[in-house]
């Protein structure tokens, strides 16, 4: 017997069982691109760095910390009560998020590329893990 399968998709292409569930995650993509939005996107080169201005790179950070633990941190009682700026980018939080395809998970990544003490993006976490052998690099 032949059933019908109703499937509703999302802007970011994701399906759902619900219209509710993918306007949900609609919702949420808007949130993710609002507070990510201060933040240029760029894809630098080795061996140089994109310099953004610091204050626009916490305060990214603070708004995208509270939609995550608005939106998974719930079981969390630890982590609900941390400053955003206690969380490093390439700590705890990614591994609480890492699961396939979230976007919370990709917005959170794009800090890990960047040092928190310059508002330097480098190529890749490491370097920005460890500015002090980019000392001589040049911006992009």
Not at 93 to 108: K, T
């Amino acid at each position: 017997m032949a059933v019908l399968i109703q499937k509703w998709q999302a802007a970011d292409g994701s399906e759902w069982n619900t219209l509710q569930a993918a306007e949900g995650r609609e919702r949420l993509l808007s949130e993710i691109n609002i507070a990510m939005s201060i933040l240029r996107i760029v894809k630098v080169e080795r061996g140089k760095f994109y310099q953004h201005d610091l204050p626009l790179v916490r305060l990214a950070r603070r708004r995208l910390v509270e939609i995550i633990k608005r939106e998974r941190l719930q079981h969390w009682p630890e982590h609900q009560a941390r400053d955003a700026d206690e969380f490093h980018p390439n700590g705890g939080l990614g591994r609480i998020l890492d699961d396939p395809g979230d976007p919370l998970a990709s917005a959170w990544g794009r800090f890990g590329s960047i040092d928190f003490e310059t508002g330097r993006q480098y190529d890749q976490p490491y370097t920005a893990m460890h500015p002090e052998e980019m000392a001589k690099a040049e911006p992009q």
